[in-house]
């Protein structure tokens, strides 16, 4: 008899995950039925043939974004939020950015109203996919960028309006600032609680991945107060809450010879323009980067793009609550419908997932069913004009490929790829 599905729980940051999860989803707007739907198949089939049957996700449907106006008169419901309180796991295609003045992106509300604080995004090349570089190979790294503050906080006030002005005076009149006329002024907060709850998830994600270095990504030879403090922070709560399994790169070549001892995890930190050089010329001494929102935004887009764009790219928000999994790409809406686009970044978005909680062999066969297909060159319309001799196929047969992949995986036949 089948298993009652049940709900994910957390107690003291520990997921208990019951054999048949109840997950709920956010379908998306624009090409997200077409990308959900491809998704819902990989992922049952990955599932069924990790587990035999005893594993199996129950989804439940929440409502965001044009489908969520539509079913309840709002863009973001309360119910939806409190749906994925509750349920601790869920993922969501992408939601259109509704316009007009004071309306802000659903997805920023989701991460801010739900305190996922760690922008969570793996950059891993997959043969054969196109790259702009040499040795995309060597690319294997995840970017934990902070969620909740920095200049995106939306602390800013327009050139020339009277709020505009009076933060001008009180910083020119009481702080002795100097300040070009009518400038707009934006605000940079970074603090020291959001700085170690995000350099410690990276940290912890590096050790239980046994994975060799965490690095600062900061500016802080020019902003020291906040990118600085952002450095600062991490180098202490490394040493707070994981002395005896992080060694600073000082320390590395002070007591090892620059040898790293079995089972440390590197501290080291990098100035962000300088990083983004060395993510090209040496990616392989980057592992796990932690680094403030704004230049997380930038640097997880510069090496998606090195292992092939955002199509590919997976990425997921995670808090000390809940974590909610995402495509990394917008709606797409001119392909809306049309089973065109591809999914890949929603599937290995749930491959994220399905790591997440601990279903690790289901995730593993996404990603090599997915590999598979790619390297078979029946592949979406994006990869098809940038692979040499493959051949173009709708969303859902590419889907299917995948499907028909892992069941080759798990039967032998397909070994060696
Ligand atoms: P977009 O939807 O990401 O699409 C831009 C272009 O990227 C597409 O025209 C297509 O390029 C390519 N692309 C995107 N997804 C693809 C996929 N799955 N497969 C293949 N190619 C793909 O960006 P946008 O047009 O700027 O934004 C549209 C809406 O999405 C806006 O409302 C925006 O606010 C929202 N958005 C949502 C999220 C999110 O929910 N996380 C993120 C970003 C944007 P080609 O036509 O050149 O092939």
């Known amino acids: 008899m089948r298993k009652k599905a049940r709900i994910i729980k957390r107690s003291d940051g520990t997921l208990d995950v019951p054999e048949t999860p109840i997950i709920p989803f956010i379908e998306g707007d624009g090409t997200g039925p077409d990308i959900w739907r491809a998704t819902k198949m990989v992922i049952a089939a990955a599932v069924r043939a990790a587990y035999a049957g005893k594993r199996e996700i129950t989804w439940l449907e929440v409502y965001a974004g044009e489908k969520g106006r539509k079913k309840t008169g709002q863009w973001l419901p309360g119910d939806t939020l409190d749906t994925i309180k509750t349920h601790v796991v869920a993922i969501k295609g992408p939601l259109t950015t509704p316009v007009g003045k004071g309306i802000r992106s659903i997805n920023v509300e989701i991460r801010r109203k739900l305190d996922l604080y760690a922008c969570v995004r793996p950059i891993k090349y997959i043969n054969p996919v196109p790259s702009p570089v040499k040795n995309p190979e060597k690319i294997d790294m995840v970017v934990f960028r902070e969620n909740t503050e920095d200049l995106y906080a939306g602390i800013?006030?327009?050139?020339?309006?009277?709020?505009?002005?009076?933060?001008?005076?009180?910083?020119?009149?009481?702080?002795?600032?100097?300040?070009?006329?009518?400038?707009?002024?934006?605000?940079?907060p970074i603090s020291e609680k959001n700085t170690k709850r995000l350099v410690a998830s990276a940290v912890s994600y590096a050790i239980e991945n046994n994975l060799p270095s965490v690095t600062l990504m900061h500016k802080g030879n020019i902003m020291k107060f906040t990118e600085g403090a952002f450095s600062k922070w991490g180098y202490e709560v490394a040493v707070e809450k994981f002395s005896d399994r992080t060694i600073t790169e000082e320390q590395l070549y002070e007591s090892y010879n620059g040898k790293r001892p079995e089972g440390k995890v590197i501290i080291k930190d990098r100035i962000a323009d300088m990083l983004f050089q060395q993510v090209l010329l040496r990616p392989d001494e980057y592992h796990v980067i932690a680094t403030p929102n704004l230049n997380g935004d930038f640097i997880s887009d510069a090496l998606a793009a090195q292992v092939g764009g955002l199509g590919m790219a997976p990425g997921a928000n995670i808090g000390d609550m809940c974590a909610v999994f995402e495509a990394t790409h917008g709606t797409a809406p001119k392909y809306a419908g049309l089973d065109k686009v591809n999914p890949s970044s929603l599937i290995l978005s749930g491959a994220m997932m399905l790591d997440y909680i601990e279903w690790r062999e289901a995730a593993a066969l996404i990603r090599k069913g997915l590999q598979a297909t790619i390297k078979e060159g029946t592949v979406t319309y994006d990869l098809a004009r940038q692979i040499k001799g493959a051949s173009e196929i709708k969303c859902s047969e590419f889907a299917r490929g995948i499907v028909n992949n892992i069941d080759h995986i798990t039967q032998g036949s397909l070994a060696d790829f």
């Open 156 to 188: 800013e006030w327009e050139s020339g309006t009277d709020e505009a002005q009076r933060v001008i005076s009180f910083l020119t009149e009481k702080m002795g600032a100097v300040l070009p006329e009518k400038a707009g002024i934006g605000i940079k």
